[in-house]
Structure formats: C-alpha cells, structure tokens
C-alpha cells in the first residue's frame, strides 16, 4: 500500500514562514518527481514546485523567490520551505509522486500519487 502524508500545513500571517513537509511510502521501486501541487478555493489545481530524482526544480513563476523546494533521499521525503507568504498562496496544499512502484509479485507500474492535502491560510 502506497501511502503519502503531507504535514506542516497552518495558518500564518502575512510575509511568515511554512515548512511543508511530505513522506511517501511503499513497496516503490523507483520515484521519479516528488513535488507539490495547490488548490485555492473556486480554483483549479496548480503546480507549486516539484524536484526529480537528479535535483533538477520547476517552480511556478507565483512563488518563485519565495518557496523552495527540497528532498531526502533517504526517507523518501519532500520538503517546501515558504517564506513571504502572501494572502493569495492561501489553498489546500498536495504532495504529488511519480513512482514505479511493486504492486504485486507480478506487476510494477508507474504512476501518480497524491497526498490528503494540508490546509495553508494566510491572513492577517
């Protein structure tokens, strides 16, 4: 079972700091990207950042300058600093992963697959 937790997620005031964080488990034989995604209300969702297996990082222009994102191989996580936030970057936070994972003795497949989402709001 592939399971994949966000965690990090609160309210802050304008021009604050959150560190997200998100840890994937399974039986994955490979994971390629790890990343996050957000839906803001009445919105649809939209890429915030996302980092493959190498290092390489693709950041919305929104946050660019902001946010950073970064991983630990080792425990299979992924974090996302946000400083400067803005009432705007308010939305449901998900931690995205692209990963060949052991389904059986028999199959592996690659896909998608999405965290529960954490709550981010920013207001004064």
């Known amino acids: 079972q592939v399971q994949v937790v966000e965690s990090g997620g609160g309210l802050v005031q304008p021009g604050g700091s959150l560190r997200l964080s998100c840890a994937a488990s399974?039986?994955?034989?490979?994971?390629?990207?790890m990343g996050w995604y957000r839906q803001a209300p009445g919105k649809e969702r939209e890429l915030v950042a996302i980092?493959?297996?190498?290092?390489?990082?693709n950041t919305a222009d929104s946050v660019k300058g902001r946010f950073i994102i970064s991983k630990d191989n080792t425990n299979n996580s992924v974090n996302l600093q946000m400083n400067s936030l803005k009432p705007e970057d308010t939305a449901v936070y998900y931690c995205?992963?692209?990963?060949?994972?052991?389904?059986?003795?028999?199959?592996?497949?690659?896909?998608?697959?999405w965290g529960q989402g954490t709550q981010v709001t920013v207001s004064s």
């Open positions: 995205y992963v692209d990963a060949f994972v052991a389904k059986s003795t028999y199959k592996q497949s690659r896909d998608d697959y």
């Open positions: 399974g039986t994955f034989v490979a994971i390629y990207t």
């Open positions: 980092i493959s297996k190498t290092g390489f990082t």
